[in-house]
């Protein structure tokens, strides 16, 4: 069965504006929510955004991810089903 876009949820989403790092819990059709790190969103000169793998992370990344850690981890644990 191939991929459906339409499918594919973005149930919470968090961004690092002094890095661009995006954190999501995703949800693909009927299945478990999972916690997706990345992509990098970059704001270009002209307004526009472009989009990049979140690669390697630095320690303003890490920071940032580690504030929102408790965060991220409660609202998985909420949209999770008990298992």
């Keep these: ?4 876009p339409q499918k594919d949820k973005i ?7 002094q890095t661009g790092l995006v ?3 995703n949800q693909y ?3 478990e ?6 992509p990098r969103v970059i704001t270009k000169r002209d ?3 472009i989009q990049r793998k979140a690669g390697r992370l630095t320690i303003e990344d890490v920071l940032w991810f580690y504030d929102i ?10 949209l999770a ?3």
């Excluded at 069965?1 to 459906?4: G, L, R």
């Excluded at 149930?11 to 504006?17: A, I, T």
């Design 11 to 17: 149930l919470k989403k968090w961004k690092c504006e």
């Design 81 to 83: 089903r008990p298992q």
């Design 29 to 31: 059709d009927q299945g």
């Design 47 to 49: 307004g526009g955004e």
């Design 33 to 38: 929510p999972k916690l997706q790190i990345g």
């Design 23 to 25: 954190v999501t819990i």
């Design 1 to 4: 069965m191939p991929f459906d």
């Design 69 to 78: 850690i408790d965060e991220a981890k409660d609202e998985l644990a909420r």
